[in-house]
């Protein structure tokens, strides 16, 4: 069954760095997004991809963040300047809204660790 | 922001019996909803969704009913095994926008 991966797996980074965190979505899907959760807290709507270019944003998503779909199958997101607070597990979701749902398909996840 | 609660943060229940867990929401925007389940250091895995012009949808041992006057959901999971302990997430999208918004999630434990 076809799914989402995402790499690395864990992340540890000084604060002030920039990280990219990679995800491959589902082939032949349409939409990609990012989510995080910090640790105790909710799942949060980071930022919507669609025929490469942002479709939607939350407030989370300042100039810190970034993303791009560099090719054909990646998709990344970008925090150019990490701060304590950016650690958290991030995922990479994506769907297919040709379909009558549109049901949205995670990845493992990433997890940031910001000293 | 409140718009998803899921009020139970923890379930416990007797292997074969039915899991109940249940949801609100507050936003009459949202017209697709979904269930989640989620093991620790893992995403979160699809379950089951239902769509606004529905009251019930049903996939083998989980049934989603949707009581939108109520602005409600729940699973049910018959008859419910110890694999299906994890913690499971409501959320809720008004398809225009494609954003989740997710509940705080409820540990379900199924005892052998």
């Known amino acids: 069954e076809p799914e989402v991966t995402q790499t690395p797996s864990h992340q540890v980074t000084q604060m002030g760095q920039e990280v990219i965190l990679r995800c491959v979505p589902i082939?032949?899907?349409?939409?990609f997004y990012w989510y995080r959760q910090i640790l105790g807290q909710k799942v949060e709507f980071l930022v919507s991809f669609y025929n490469n270019e942002i479709s939607e944003k939350s407030e989370i998503f300042d100039d810190q963040f970034s993303v791009e779909r560099p090719d054909g199958s990646n998709f990344t997101l970008k925090i150019r300047s990490t701060k304590l607070e950016d650690s958290a597990m991030y995922f990479c979701?994506?769907?297919?809204?040709?379909?009558?749902?549109?049901?949205?398909?995670f990845g493992p996840g990433t997890r940031l660790t910001v000293l | 922001d409140q718009q998803v609660k899921q009020n139970s943060p923890s379930l416990s229940v007797q292997e074969g019996r039915i899991s109940i867990l249940n949801c609100d929401y507050t936003?009459?925007?949202?017209?697709?909803f979904l269930w989640y389940k989620k093991y620790p250091a893992e995403g979160p895995t699809f379950l089951i969704s239902i769509s606004s012009i529905k009251d019930k949808n049903e996939d083998g041992r989980f049934t989603v009913f949707l009581n939108k006057s109520a602005k409600h959901l729940s699973l049910h999971i018959v008859p419910s095994q110890p694999g299906d302990s994890a913690v499971y997430f409501c959320a809720a999208m008004d398809t225009g926008r494609r954003a989740l918004t997710f509940g705080s999630g409820t540990r379900l434990q199924v005892q052998p």
């Open positions: 936003n009459s925007m949202f017209d697709y």
């Open positions: 979701a994506s769907s297919a809204p040709y379909a009558s749902t549109d049901t949205q398909y």
């Open positions: 082939s032949n899907h349409l939409y």
